[in-house]
């Protein structure tokens, strides 16, 4: 998997990238690879990692659950940067006696922005270190994500907008676009097509595995999901004795904002994995 750092920020880009993401200085001129062309470009794409394996079954969780549980502290450090001014503000609100509709949608759509942050300086994150085995530091990942914001923002609303309208019919085209878009967050922050040709490429290259998709989501977020089961109980059982140490709650919020990065490995791991299998 090629890649090239710009030589005036230093942020790592993708071989197909002709400015730098972050600062916007040309890469071309100074060495930057041409990218391999192939007669089906739409659907590959110009990178692979050989520690991903081909997409076969559940094979992705043994990669997807290391990847995540090896990586716990980049992924932390990731997350509590966006997260923890968010959490600790909810946390200082449980005591409201009655808190209002209006703080309610406010922390729904803060939840929302925190992840639209958090995704794509994640997966940039991790795919760096796939394939350099070093990670790169926090700002780093947070630049070059913020450059994929709008994009990503874009993909999201649309994805939501048609599985809300396939959950609207009977429930089950829903869960049929919900798998199907998958690979919709990796997409938009590596590869370089517009939201919807995103979205429909998602929708392509997951035909032929959507069930094996749905099994390893289920298996991944039951493992993760006792994990966190066990963290919110903690703060549910305080909160029920009329116990709010607002740290102890930020605390465990902050635990579950983490834990639910899995899906975003997982997705990740797919993603690579199908593409593996395009070879």
């Not at 922390?107 to 990670?135: E, H, K, R, S, W």
């Not at 595995?209 to 006792?226: C, D, K, Q, S």
């Not at 709650?249 to 635990?255: E, G, K, N, S």
Request: hydrophobic share 50%.
């Amino acid at each position: 998997m090629t890649n090239v750092n710009c030589i005036h920020c230093g942020v790592m880009n993708l071989v197909a990238d002709e400015m730098c993401t972050a600062c916007g200085v040309e890469l071309r001129p100074y060495g930057l690879p041409q990218p391999e062309t192939t007669p089906d470009t739409n659907y590959r794409n110009t990178t692979t990692i050989t520690s991903i394996p081909p997409f076969h079954g559940l094979d992705v969780l043994g990669p997807a659950i290391g990847l995540f549980f090896k990586n716990l502290w980049l992924i932390t450090k990731i997350v509590v940067v966006v997260v923890a001014p968010f959490e600790i503000f909810k946390a200082l609100s449980i005591g409201q006696a009655n808190p209002g509709w209006s703080l309610a949608i406010g922390m729904i759509a803060l939840g929302l922005v925190c992840q639209a942050l958090i995704a794509p300086a994640l997966i940039y994150a991790l795919v760096n270190l796939l394939q350099t085995g070093t990670a790169p530091g926090v700002n780093e990942a947070y630049r070059w994500g913020l450059s994929k914001l709008v994009k990503l923002s874009l993909c999201a609303l649309m994805v939501w907008a048609l599985q809300l309208l396939g959950y609207a019919m009977l429930i089950i085209p829903g869960i049929i676009l919900s798998l199907a878009f998958t690979l919709v967050y990796p997409m938009a922050v590596l590869e370089q097509h517009s939201p919807w040709e995103t979205i429909k490429r998602s929708y392509d290259l997951t035909k032929g595995h959507r069930l094996n998709i749905l099994f390893a989501g289920i298996v991944m977020g039951l493992l993760v999901g006792l994990i966190s089961l066990a963290v919110v109980g903690v703060s549910g059982v305080l909160l029920a004795l009329g116990i709010t140490f607002w740290p102890l709650h930020a605390a465990a919020a902050i635990i579950s904002d983490i834990l639910e990065e899995s899906t975003t490995v997982l997705s990740l791991v797919i993603y690579l994995s199908i593409l593996r299998t395009l070879e």
